[in-house]
Structures are given as C-alpha cells and as structure tokens.
C-alpha cells in the first residue's frame, strides 16, 4: 500500500468512529442518589448554575445536555433529566439527581434508590 492509501484509510477510519453509536447506548442500572440544598445556586460542572428544583441529575460521563429516563427498578415509576453535572462521587453510584427529580422518582426519603438509566 501507499503511503497516500495508508493515510486516506486512517482518515476514514477516523471519520467512521465519529459517527458510529454513543458509547452509551444500552441501559445502565445502579444506585442513584440525590443532592440539592448544599449545591442550591452554585455552579454545576457544565458551567451553569445549578437548581435544585430543577429535572437535572450528575454523570460521570455523559455529554452536558444528554436526555436520560431514569426508572425505579422497585415501583417501575420513571422520569426524564437533563446531565448538566459530573459525578456522583460516591462508589457504586451511576447518578446524582437533582432533589425535584428524586422528589418526583420517589427516592428522596430513602436517599437512594436502584434505578436503570438510559439515553433518550
């Protein structure tokens, strides 16, 4: 092969992994738990402020702006949110919801729950 043949597949092949599916595309279920008053008003990670009453929630890795529905394995009750932070911090967690989201899933009480999230 050329060095001109070499060089146009690694473009292609480069081109090809941009556009190929989100390194997230199956569901993911673990612990979720939640966070709020503490953080009430002060900048999240992806550089807005952040609201505890808001449907916002923290991953660890997904893009800022990723839509996820977020389903209580227990009572099957969902929600969506909006990934506007980093984290959860805590090991053996996949989600940090912002305090009207676990309010509204139905966790808050407890501080935690086992849910299954996926991108929507």
């Known amino acids: 092969m050329t060095r001109k043949t070499i060089v146009t597949s690694l473009v292609l092949l480069g081109a090809l992994t941009c556009f190929t599916a989100p390194a997230f595309a199956a569901a993911q279920c673990g612990v979720a738990s939640w966070y709020g008053p503490g953080f009430h008003g002060k900048k999240a990670a992806s550089g807005e402020r952040f609201n505890q009453n808001a449907l916002t929630a923290a991953h660890k890795s997904l893009p800022f702006g990723t839509s996820v529905k977020v389903t209580d394995q227990r009572t099957g009750k ?40 996926e991108q929507i």
Do not use: E, F, H
């Open 78 to 117: 969902s929600i969506q949110v909006r990934i506007n932070d980093r984290g959860p911090y805590v090991k053996g967690r996949i989600i940090d919801l912002s305090k009207a989201a676990a309010t509204q899933l139905g966790i808050r009480g407890a501080g935690k729950g086992k849910v299954c999230i």
